[in-house]
């Protein structure tokens, strides 16, 4: 917004101050006069204001906001009231400039003029008016808040239907991840043999010593009962010691093999593995939409009855 200066003297409460001599000096190049455009007649209006020839810049202002706004952008149109309102105030106009500066108000609840640059009676002037309709203004900051939020919301909807647009005109590319376990004979070998290969030297001593053990004891209890009781029977005297070495034949038994499918299952989870990925032509089968099914006909004609008589 245009920033206009006066004389801070003893002429800054009068409501019409002498034009300055600076004044006279446009800050910027002067208009073509046959320039017929709404910027240029702006520019010309903002010139004959400057110079404090307020009755030719009423004039010249004036045709470019009534009957209709002839300027497009917000920041002129602003300018162009805000000039043609302080003229009307110089040339003792009060119910134009009122009705400039309520314009204004309605557009910019929040307008003021500068009392270091601006006529303190025309600062005073806006306020009173600015006093006189605070509710008004109240109502119009809300509406126009109003206005900004649902603003934002419809772009933030455009934006977000634009982003599924795209994401459905993207073109998708399908991966399939296939990780491979590299199994050999040597992993189904007991006695610890596929956790030393891999060099995993603790666990296969473990169940290297732990197999043996078991195993051994196991068979050398199995072949006592036999060599001792071949014919599966025996004294009642040896009752109890049968008894015992039965049971530690099954017992160590069951833990050797027990240790046998802990090595197997461990080796089989520390097998190496290969992951593969590979680009897919079309969508896997998971996310390929079920098929629809066909209706099955309904009108199908019975076979006719044959009655006999």
Do not use: C
Not at 2 to 27: E, G, K, Y
Not at 167 to 179: D, L, M, N, T, W
């Amino acid at each position: 917004m245009l920033v206009l200066s006066h004389p801070l003297s003893s002429h800054a409460d009068d409501p019409h101050p002498p034009a300055r001599r600076d004044q006279l000096r446009p800050s910027s190049p002067l208009p073509n006069p046959s320039d017929q455009s709404p910027e240029a007649r702006l520019q010309r209006g903002k010139l004959a204001y400057q110079r404090g020839d307020y009755a030719a810049a009423v004039l010249t202002l004036r045709p470019l906001l009534y009957p209709q706004t002839l300027l497009a952008q917000e920041d002129q149109l602003l300018l162009a009231h805000r000039l043609l309102a302080l003229s009307y105030f110089f040339e003792h106009d009060e119910a134009g400039a009122e009705q400039e500066f309520n314009l204004l108000l309605s557009l910019r609840p929040d307008f003021s003029l500068d009392p270091l640059v601006d006529p303190l009676k025309a600062v005073a002037f806006l306020d009173d008016i600015r006093r006189r309709n605070e509710q008004r203004l109240e109502e119009i900051r809300r509406r126009q808040q109003e206005e900004e939020q649902r603003q934002k919301a419809e772009a933030e909807a455009l934006q977000k239907r634009a982003e599924e647009l795209a994401q459905k005109q993207a073109k998708r590319v399908y991966y399939e991840r296939v990780i491979h376990r590299k199994l050999s004979p040597l992993h189904f070998v007991p006695f610890g043999v596929p956790q030393l290969a891999d060099g995993r030297t603790a666990v296969g001593t473990v169940l290297l010593v732990g197999e043996a053990l078991t195993g051994a004891a196991s068979a050398g209890a199995w072949l006592t009962v036999r060599l001792r009781y071949p014919d599966n029977t025996f004294p009642a005297r040896e009752y109890q010691a049968a008894q015992a070495l039965t049971g530690t034949y099954l017992g160590t038994g069951s833990a050797f093999w027990v240790l046998v499918l802990a090595g197997l299952i461990d080796a089989l989870w520390h097998a190496k593995t290969t992951v593969e990925i590979r680009e897919l032509s079309q969508p896997p089968k998971e996310l390929l939409p079920p098929p629809i099914p066909t209706p099955q006909s309904t009108s199908a004609i019975p076979p006719a009855l044959t009655l006999a008589f």
